[in-house]
């Protein structure tokens, strides 16, 4: 059985302003604090040139990029028995699937206490050298591995498949709605890392039909006018994010960046227009040890061999591997500071100005 993903792209596409990722650091973005000043405030400080709304997962386990995801059908839900995951409560999917097609996608206080607060820092002029806004959410191959109905998971049924991707669409088409109230370009990522799954017999989607519901999904956030980001920090399924055919690459370059550079895929996409974020700084406690400097030449031995690291350099953007939410406050601190090293290496070889350096540094 095939079903059919639903997508919002009948409507009329909106304009996207122009982006120019320069080296920009970014956040992926969860961060291990509690109070939501402080959580602004690092994102101010760490990643003024594209601001990113915290996810704090150590608030609650709504916070979780899970929790958020599923937000919306939280008390028909609950956590599994065995394995990791939720399931759906018995007698209630229909009840699921409702909601599922039919929630508008807002985040709420309760599940993502950050993007409200990140809406009102946005709006107080607070990221005056933003010259770009992100927001991320968990995506429709993840989560739909993650809810079981069962004993088996959403993403072993084409309808129940389809109602996740709906509803991740939905979430996706919100934050980008809200968050054009900036006036600046919105780059809106879908994390991945289910991505890596095979088909089998406890998946049966085959990987057309994924690959087919993500990058429509992608899609949806084009035509509301954001730029559409795909994050896989798992194993490094790069073949399959070229197929989905997003505007932005995020992957752990630490431990692949040479495979991704020497994929011929991967200048390709460069030469057309794709942004790639490099998460070149591994996340983990007490980075003292890690050089900006080492990066950078890693970095560069690898994307001299393409023949046109300059223009790598001009399509880059540069982050940890993964989100930092499981780290100590200051290793937060150190992850930024090395990845503003690397991104300030990395501008002078694309010859952007200096001034856009972390604190001019």
């Not at 927001?135 to 084409?158: H, K």
């Not at 880059?316 to 150190?334: K, W």
Request: charged share 20%; proline share 6%.
């Amino acid at each position: 059985m095939r079903a059919v993903i639903p997508s919002q792209t009948n409507r009329i596409p909106t304009r996207r302003m122009p982006f120019d990722p320069a080296a920009a650091v970014t956040g992926i973005g969860s961060l291990p604090l509690t109070s939501m000043a402080a959580a602004i405030q690092s994102v101010a400080e760490f990643s003024s040139e594209i601001p990113f709304w915290p996810q704090m997962p150590r608030l609650s386990e709504q916070e979780s990029v899970i929790g958020q995801g599923l937000g919306a059908v939280a008390d028909l839900i609950e956590p599994r028995n065995e394995g990791y995951g939720y399931q759906v409560k018995e007698g209630r999917l229909d009840s699921v699937i409702e909601i599922l097609h039919r929630n508008s996608g807002e985040l709420t206080p309760a599940n993502a206490s950050g993007f409200g607060a990140f809406e009102e820092a946005l709006s107080s002029g607070l990221f005056k050298s933003a010259t770009a806004v992100k927001g991320q959410i968990e995506g429709l191959v993840t989560l739909s591995a993650y809810l079981y109905y069962r004993g088996r998971p959403f993403l072993s049924d084409p309808a129940l498949f389809a109602a996740i991707a709906f509803h991740v669409s939905q979430i996706i088409c919100w934050q980008i709605d809200r968050l054009k109230s900036a006036g600046l370009p919105v780059l809106r990522f879908v994390d991945e890392p289910a991505l890596c799954l095979e088909a089998s017999a406890a998946n049966p989607i085959a990987e057309e039909q994924r690959l087919n519901a993500l990058a429509i999904t992608l899609n949806d956030a084009r035509t509301h006018g954001a730029y559409a980001g795909l994050h896989c920090c798992a194993a490094r399924p790069f073949e399959r994010m070229f197929r989905a055919k997003p505007d932005i690459l995020s992957f752990d370059a630490h431990e692949g960046l040479e495979s991704f550079l020497a994929d011929p895929h991967a200048l390709d996409f460069v030469y057309q227009g794709g942004t790639v974020a490099y998460g070149l700084v591994p996340t983990r406690p007490h980075l003292n040890a890690v050089d900006s400097a080492s990066i950078f030449i890693r970095w560069l031995e690898a994307a001299s061999l393409t023949g046109n690291p300059q223009k790598l350099a001009e399509r880059a953007i540069i982050t940890a591997t993964c989100g930092l939410g499981l780290l100590d406050t200051p290793s937060v601190v150190e992850s930024f500071n090395v990845a503003h090293g690397v991104s300030k290496l990395i501008r002078r070889l694309a010859g952007t100005s200096e001034e856009k350096c972390f604190e001019d540094s």
